[in-house]
């Protein structure tokens, strides 16, 4: 027996994201695919994607390239390296694609988004404009292993440290846990920063 259409539940999921939510949670809140599509052709919900839509009561987010690609990626990937530091306003880097961390478990092909896959504890996620997103230091020390020039690196760093998204400490944290060349490329940024 299918469970009862909750439009409450959906309603919650999709809040918290401007709007956005998969196919998949609008079916665990008993809105199958025949419901959905109704919904969609009278105007409820917007299709943004294969199987990412949008409640029509919110307004289009800013960021919406960035909500599908996490929501295509997957619950427990999160926007990162230059994506993530265009949605915290750190580098005026404009990404040709969107950046994304799986875990490692997760599937390394989706069309269009750039992923890397590594651990992602709880640590080092947080959600910013309903995204999922890396932090800040997270973020920094994963430029730095990828070779962002050094002049980047110290310009989003300046610029967390002044706006109170992340300090020294957290950065220099971070680039313990990964160590080797990792840890002397941010000694020698927090140096000069």
């Known amino acids: 027996m299918d469970a009862k259409p909750d439009h409450q539940a959906l309603y919650a999921i999709a809040e918290a994201r401007s709007g956005y939510f998969t196919a998949a949670e609008a079916a665990t809140s008993g809105i199958r695919s025949q419901l959905l599509s109704h919904h969609t052709r009278r105007g409820a919900y917007q299709r943004a994607a294969h199987g990412i839509y949008r409640l029509t009561r919110f307004p289009t987010s800013r960021f919406e390239d960035l909500v599908i690609a996490w929501l295509r990626a997957g619950p427990r990937s999160a926007i990162s390296h230059t994506s993530a530091l265009a949605l915290y306003g750190l580098s005026d880097i404009v990404p040709g694609e969107v950046h994304v961390t799986i875990p490692r478990s997760g599937s390394r092909r989706r069309a269009g988004l750039r992923l890397h896959t590594a651990a992602l504890p709880d640590s080092a996620v947080t959600v910013r404009e309903g995204i999922r997103v890396t932090t800040v230091a997270r973020t920094i020390a994963d430029?730095?292993?990828?070779?962002?020039?050094?002049?980047?690196?110290?310009?989003?760093?300046?610029?967390?440290?002044?706006?109170?998204?992340?300090?020294?400490?957290?950065?220099?944290?971070?680039?313990?846990?990964?160590?080797?060349?990792?840890?002397?490329?941010?000694?020698?940024?927090?140096?000069?920063?």
């Open 143 to 193: 430029l730095a292993f990828t070779g962002l020039s050094e002049d980047r690196l110290r310009q989003a760093a300046q610029e967390a440290f002044s706006r109170g998204l992340t300090d020294r400490v957290s950065l220099a944290a971070e680039a313990r846990k990964r160590g080797g060349r990792l840890a002397r490329v941010i000694d020698a940024l927090l140096s000069g920063v």
